[in-house]
């Protein structure tokens, strides 16, 4: 490494996942094209890489908020591409970085050549959990999540946290922004099972009800994919539920029927693996594989949301290759519109896929789909993707301060 050529990343190599970063090299030639790189180890050990090439201006510097990539896994102004466009060897990779307690460490580095030595490089750590956030694991009777409680004395709103599977990432980060969280997974492991019991999310309701920190007046529920119909389905039956995000899922109860208070309150909107298209990637499309939700042997699966009197942000990507979010988005602004209510706002991303995620991660193309046994393609279009993922992180929060008021504001956690 030369001494005189610098990779620094402002304002810290420190910083929240979820924070941007300024790239910047300086002590090249005039001119000199250099090839930037980053690498990182998902908690799977799957090996991500990304790399673009820039031309140094007249002062032997580039900066990625300023220049431009010139080829590489992206090309023109992205300042934080070298994260998103992070990549494995193999196909249908998904890079797991789903507890809080590890940093999302990334190495970036500076190189000659497309495959030339290391001028210089740098570390990134991007944490999950800033100073002071509490993480505790909950086993209280059928929850089987993790708790995070943001510093000071409070009080807080509270969010429960539905993740298809159990993932801590979304949750630490809305911790680190003054909201008390409880991560829950829909299904734990790979269950065989035949129905869903709404009486274990209102279990996790009430938990959040009796946190001593917790200030606001109702629970709000951050969902996606096969857990945002659970979130529908609490909105409308469930006490004290007063705001839910929506994202990329189903207005019905897809695959499996809903029961509450032991008796079946929804039937299941089931799936047809006949219709699932193959693609030259060897990945498959899912989207059109659903039963229609609106034909009459299927209308005893909508979640019937006119009847709650909470919140609701719906979210769907118009490229999402798993559900037709954007159909099932329409359908409920309608119905809700025909039964009078104005409890509701909705906000779609045309060219972005359905793994709508907090912002700066690796953008995912496509990835084993644990429950249906295959491949499939997410959609999305990459850089309009991230956007989408930076431009809906700020909007979820603003709509939980918004809806889920309390006597008074903490301060966000720093690093």
């Not at 979820?18 to 908690?43: F, H, I, Y």
């Not at 409070?154 to 969280?181: C, H, Q, W, Y």
């Not at 389905?233 to 006490?239: G, I, K, Q, T, W």
């Not at 209308?299 to 909470?310: M, N, Q």
Request: overall charge negative; proline content about 5%; glycine content about 8%.
């Amino acid at each position: 490494m030369s001494a005189q050529i610098s990779l620094t990343l402002l304002p810290s190599a420190r910083c929240l996942f979820d924070e941007p970063v300024q790239v910047k090299v300086a002590g090249l030639r005039s001119n000199q094209l250099v090839t930037l790189r980053a690498r990182s180890t998902d908690e799977r050990g799957v090996v991500f890489n990304s790399s673009a090439t820039y031309c140094a201006d007249g002062s032997g510097e580039i900066d990625l908020n300023r220049d431009a990539s010139l080829s590489g896994s992206y090309v023109g102004v992205e300042p934080m591409g070298l994260l998103r466009s992070l990549k494995a060897d193999t196909s249908h990779k998904y890079f797991y970085k789903d507890k809080a307690l590890e940093p999302f460490v990334v190495n970036f580095s500076v190189h000659e050549e497309e495959e030339g030595g290391i001028l210089a490089e740098a570390t990134n750590e991007r944490c999950l959990m800033g100073d002071g956030v509490m993480r505790v694991p909950v086993e209280v009777g059928n929850i089987q999540g993790v708790l995070f409680t943001p510093p000071g004395e409070g009080p807080f709103p509270a969010v429960l946290d539905l993740g298809t599977l159990m993932s801590e990432k979304r949750a630490s980060l809305l911790a680190n922004k003054g909201f008390i969280v409880l991560a829950l997974p829909i299904f734990i492991g790979k269950p065989k099972l035949e129905r869903m019991n709404l009486d274990d999310f209102e279990e996790a309701v009430k938990f959040l009800q009796n946190q001593p920190k917790v200030g606001s007046k109702g629970v709000g529920v951050i969902s996606q994919s096969k857990g945002a119909d659970i979130a529908l389905s609490l909105a409308a039956f469930v006490p004290g539920v007063e705001a839910v995000v929506w994202i990329n899922g189903c207005s019905a109860s897809a695959v499996l029927p809903l029961y509450y208070k032991n008796r079946q309150i929804l039937s299941a909107l089931k799936f047809d693996m006949n219709k699932v298209i193959s693609t030259q990637s060897g990945a498959f499309i899912i989207k059109y594989a659903m039963h229609d939700s609106l034909k009459e042997e299927n209308k005893a699966s909508l979640v019937p949301i006119e009847r709650a009197s909470g919140q609701f942000l719906f979210v769907a990507s118009e490229d999402d290759f798993n559900w037709d979010s954007k159909a099932y988005m329409d359908e409920m602004v309608d119905r809700l519109k025909r039964h009078g209510k104005e409890n509701f706002e909705s906000v779609n991303y045309p060219e972005a896929g359905h793994y709508l995620e907090p912002p700066f991660g690796p953008y995912c193309h496509s990835s084993f789909h644990g429950f249906v046994g295959i491949p499939v393609l997410w959609g999305g279009e990459p850089r309009a993707h991230a956007a989408a993922e930076v431009h809906l992180w700020s909007k979820i929060q603003e709509f939980f301060r918004t809806h889920l008021d309390c006597d008074k504001t903490e301060t966000e956690s720093k690093l």
